[in-house]
T-cell receptor, first 112, second 113 residues
């Protein structure tokens, strides 16, 4: 199993550009999550999904959108990128509410 | 919603000493408490977790204790080694559909030899 994979690993965006961060898991997990991690800070939940077709907002959803059309994929869309969205983005998945969350390797995004 | 506070933010110990990291949570309905370790430039990885029907859990040099009455839980690392140096995050969640893990801000542990 590859686990949780994310692309791209690094990206530089100009202010106002848009992009999609890809996340795929091959563990047949229903639960998937997007977090952002700012330097020296913890993990802030952006959006999460409890199954295909179901998504919900986390702590910091503004400026982002998600979709979950399949169990495997959970892309995160940034519209009109802003410098405040410079961060490392982690996708994660879990098999249930009280099961381990497996994290992807992260995407380092810089908005200038 | 749930709020998780973690202390200290940085912790420096000598190799062989013990390290203790403490977390408090606000939602009494929370019943799952994992700890994650994140090495520099890497993804967070689960090192130990505890559920609310257990007061203490141990795995070799790592142990976690839970006090539901006081709403706090702690990570204990004994006989620390330089490879224990990392950022440690605590988290909490409820067993309720539609909820997610809420993380503390992290503790940077430095173990010097």
């Amino acid at each position: 199993n590859a686990g949780v994979t994310q692309t791209p690993k690094f990206r530089i965006l100009k202010i106002g550009q848009s992009m999609t961060l890809q996340c795929t898991q091959d563990m047949n997990h229903n639960y998937m999550y997007w977090y952002r991690q700012d330097p020296g800070m913890g993990l802030k939940l952006i959006y999460y999904s409890v199954g295909a077709g179901i998504t919900d907002k986390g702590e910091v959803p503004n400026g982002y959108n998600v979709s979950r059309s399949t169990t495997e994929d959970f892309p995160l869309r940034l519209e009109l990128a802003a410098p405040s969205q410079t961060s490392v983005y982690f996708c994660a998945s879990s098999g249930g509410l009280q099961y381990e969350q497996y994290f992807g390797p992260g995407t380092r995004l810089t908005v200038t | 919603g749930e709020n998780v506070e973690q202390h200290p933010s940085t912790l420096s110990v000598q190799e062989g000493d013990s390290a203790v990291i403490k977390c408090t949570y606000s939602d009494s309905a929370s019943n799952y408490f994992p700890w994650y370790k994140q090495e520099l430039g890497k993804r967070p990885q689960l090192i130990i977790d505890i559920r609310s029907n257990v007061g203490e859990k141990k795995d070799q040099r790592i142990a976690v204790t839970l006090n539901k009455t006081a709403k706090h839980f702690s990570l204990h690392i004994t006989e620390t080694q330089p490879e224990d140096s990392a950022v440690y995050f605590c988290a909490a969640r409820k067993s309720q559909a539609g909820t997610a893990l809420i993380f503390g801000k992290g503790t940077t542990l430095s173990v010097s030899s």
